[in-house]
């Protein structure tokens, strides 16, 4: 019980402490937007990616650069790709467009303050010695000057954890082949209890109650590191009493042909028609090819300084934050968020001359919902001693108006749907 109390002590000083540095923060992006001037020939502080990382970084830097500084930033995709709704969009139909939210109004940005390129970076280029910034080159062969660089490209994956389309159109086609393979089907199985592989089976188990859904998992409790043994026993119960067959504890042998077949289990044979892969999120590191092996984790993750800038003291100017770093057990949007401030925070304090400050994983980070089902969800959260599950209200697209609202959109207008309309 004590700690229960302790935890929810501490839930309740986050919140005022968050809420806090976003006074302070307002007050300091107003007094920025009256005094800054990007000048007539500006420095680049470039930015590769622009989802939760990326994009937070960018708003935090557009709002504190000096005078005389501008930022690039570049992102393949046409719009902010919500990932939290694709396992439900993968299932439900009627609310594509809410997973693409428009680019542009979080960052509040001051004029001349930024550049925003939709492109892909193909190449980063640091100058010989590595100390003074370097280059980036994009698909379109233009090349970009910067003097320091933040590595936002988190990771690759199929739905439902990723949309795999750069344009929104492609991806709402995306979402709908995905439904229409689920839907088609009578025997789906999906490989990996994350939390995409739970909320995926949840959903498609309560969408379509008479196709038989498997969830296999390789741990002997659902999730990952990070995440404890209440959370587990809530959501195993909730997808028992759904239905869904679970079998933890299985590295599952995968027959070539995906289409249709038998899955092997240690001494079981799960028949499948749809397979749906929850696992192998791979970090897009691809671009890092000049930095040192020891720059990289054994799982491929980009080693990093506490300071955020990589783990290659030849490259004191480049950083990186996300799903793409190797940072602790926590990989969600709010720790990439908060690793986009502190990247922000620390590329103005080394262009002041000042230290740089540490960034260190909290606990806190960690807060998350989960769904458990079309009409369940919990949220969840955990200081590595007390777990908080707490049953919560979710509607059918989730958080999607308030996600819209916090990154500056209007709920579901989106301006480049009128162009083309018009
Ligand atoms: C199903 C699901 C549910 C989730 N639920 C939650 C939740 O409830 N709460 C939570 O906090 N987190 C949640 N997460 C985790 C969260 O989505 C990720 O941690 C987060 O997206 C990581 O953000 P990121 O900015 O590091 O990278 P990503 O979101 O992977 O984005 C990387 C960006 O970089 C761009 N990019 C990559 N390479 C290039 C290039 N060469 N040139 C230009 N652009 C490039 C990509 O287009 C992309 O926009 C969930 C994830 C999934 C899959």
């Known amino acids: ?69 501008r930022v690039i930033i570049i992102e393949k995709n046409s719009h902010f790709q919500f990932t939290w709704v694709l396992p439900r969009f993968s299932v439900v139909e009627g609310h594509d467009k809410k997973a693409f939210i428009p680019y542009g109004p979080f960052l509040r940005a001051p004029p001349g303050s930024h550049l925003w390129i939709k492109d892909t970076v193909e190449e980063i280029i640091p100058s010989e010695d590595g100390s003074s910034g370097g280059k980036i080159r994009v698909s379109s062969g233009e090349t970009f000057d910067f003097e320091y660089l933040v590595l936002a490209t988190g990771s690759s994956a199929a739905l439902p954890s990723r949309v795999g389309q750069e344009d929104k159109t492609a991806g709402i086609q995306a979402l709908h082949d995905q439904r229409e393979k689920i839907a088609g089907s009578q025997d789906i199985v999906v490989i990996g209890g994350g939390p995409a592989g739970v909320e995926l089976a949840a959903d498609a188990k309560g969408q379509f109650p008479d196709k038989n859904v498997t969830l296999i998992h390789s741990r002997k409790t659902l999730l990952h ?63 890092v090819k000049f930095a040192a092996s020891s720059a990289f984790s054994k799982s491929g993750h980009i080693r990093i300084k506490p300071s955020l800038q990589i783990a290659d003291d030849k490259y004191p100017r480049i ?40 960034y260190q994983q909290k606990w806190w980070e960690g807060l998350t919902k989960l769904t458990m089902g079309l009409t369940k969800s919990v949220a969840y959260a955990s200081d590595g001693r007390a777990e908080w599950v707490i049953p919560t209200k979710s509607k059918i697209d989730l958080d999607c108006p308030g996600v819209w609202k916090f990154l500056g959109a209007t709920p579901f207008v989106d301006p480049d749907e009128e162009k083309e309309d018009n």
Do not use: W
């Not at 195993?236 to 289409?259: M, W």
């Not at 926590?330 to 002041?352: C, E, L, P, Y």
């Open 1 to 69: 019980m004590l700690v229960h109390l302790l935890l929810f002590a501490k839930v309740f000083g986050v919140v005022f402490s968050q809420a806090s540095t976003y006074l302070r923060s307002f007050i300091s992006s107003s007094i920025h937007r009256r005094t800054y001037s990007p000048g007539s020939n500006p420095k680049n502080i470039v930015v590769v990616g622009a989802s939760f990382a990326g994009y937070n970084a960018t708003r935090c830097l557009v709002n504190s650069i000096p005078s005389g500084y």
């Open 225 to 287: 590191e990070g995440f404890g043994i209440k959370i587990h026993n809530t959501l195993s119960k909730a997808l028992l009493e759904l239905g869904v067959n679970l079998v933890l504890g299985e590295k599952p042998i995968v027959p070539t042909d995906q289409t249709i077949g038998d899955i092997e289990l240690s001494d079981d044979l799960v028949h499948f028609d749809c397979l749906i892969k929850c696992v192998g999120q791979k970090p897009n590191t691809a671009l």
């Open 319 to 358: 950083y990186a934050a996300g799903d793409v770093i190797d940072a602790g057990n926590i990989k969600n949007g709010r720790s990439a968020m908060q690793q986009g401030q502190v990247v922000a925070q620390n590329i103005v304090r080394a262009i002041r001359g000042k230290s740089q400050i540490e």
